[in-house]
């Protein structure tokens, strides 16, 4: 059974960092993209950061942008999502989420629809 595990939420003052990680299990992912995404309460999902197997190239939605990065380590199956200069807006549930194909080696998606397992979530909560 696929587990996409994420850990490293909490509560941060505006301007803090947090380190997320999500542990995958069941199977390996190291020829996978893998994202991360986020939801607000009273929005929709959004995209936040991807990364395709190999790591090159990135991607961040504009607001994560110069704050946040990712980064994957193929042989522990974990994926972390480095967040800096926190703002109260980051304020969300957060989500891993990995691709089942592995098709991207050189560009990761960014939409959702792109990836088929997912965690459970962590929330991340930046106070004023």
């Known amino acids: 059974q696929v587990q996409l595990v994420e850990s490293g939420g909490g509560l941060v003052q505006a301007g803090g960092s947090l380190r997320l990680a999500c542990a995958a299990s069941g199977r390996t992912f190291s020829r996978n993209a893998m994202g991360w995404f986020r939801r607000a309460p009273g929005k929709e999902r959004e995209f936040v950061a991807a990364?395709?197997?190999?790591?090159?190239?990135?991607e961040y939605a504009d607001s994560a942008k110069g704050r946040f990065t990712i980064s994957r380590n193929n042989a522990e199956s974990t994926v972390y999502l480095q967040m800096n200069s926190l703002k109260p807006e980051d304020t969300a549930v957060y989500y891993c989420a990995a691709d089942a194909s592995e098709g991207h080696q050189w560009h990761a998606p960014r939409p959702a629809t792109e990836y088929d397992y997912w965690g459970q979530g962590t929330q991340v909560t930046v106070s004023s």
């Open positions: 990364i395709s197997w190999s790591g090159s190239s990135p």
